[in-house]
């Protein structure tokens, strides 16, 4: 009933930009936070960027003045702009959120998307 979709990522040159998108299954009224994490090879799965449902925002230091998240709350969607990207920035983006409700009442916690993989090349 839960799922999480991504899409936007590929393959980019080192300085420039991707769009990546997020969305949640139409079944689900509303989610609390939305987040951006992501998993280079051999290493753990980190925080990228956060956004509430009131819009309170939180960014990685690595991401501070590169990144922006956004979301839309009437279509449970969530957006990252990345800007000026950098070879070091290559992973597996995964979208998360940490908990919502579903039209029929039920609740939900801590779902993944599949991951998108971003590459930036040198």
């Known amino acids: 009933q839960v799922q999480l979709g991504e899409s936007g990522g590929g393959s980019v040159q080192a300085g420039g930009s991707l769009r990546l998108s997020c969305a949640a299954s139409?079944?689900?009224?509303?989610?609390?936070?939305m987040a951006w994490y992501r998993q280079a090879p051999g290493k753990q799965r980190e925080l990228v960027a956060e956004?509430?449902?009131?819009?309170?925002?939180n960014y990685a230091d690595s991401a501070l003045g590169r990144f922006i998240i956004s979301r839309d709350n009437a279509k449970n969607m969530v957006f990252l702009q990345m800007s000026s990207l950098k070879p070091e920035d290559t992973a597996v983006y995964y979208c998360?959120?940490?908990?919502?409700?579903?039209?029929?009442?039920?609740?939900?916690?801590?779902?993944w998307g599949q991951g998108t993989q971003v590459t930036v090349s040198s």
């Open positions: 956004i509430t449902r009131g819009g309170a925002l």
């Open positions: 998360y959120a940490d908990r919502g409700q579903l039209y029929n009442g039920d609740y939900f916690y801590d779902y």
């Open positions: 139409p079944r689900i009224f509303s989610i609390n936070v």
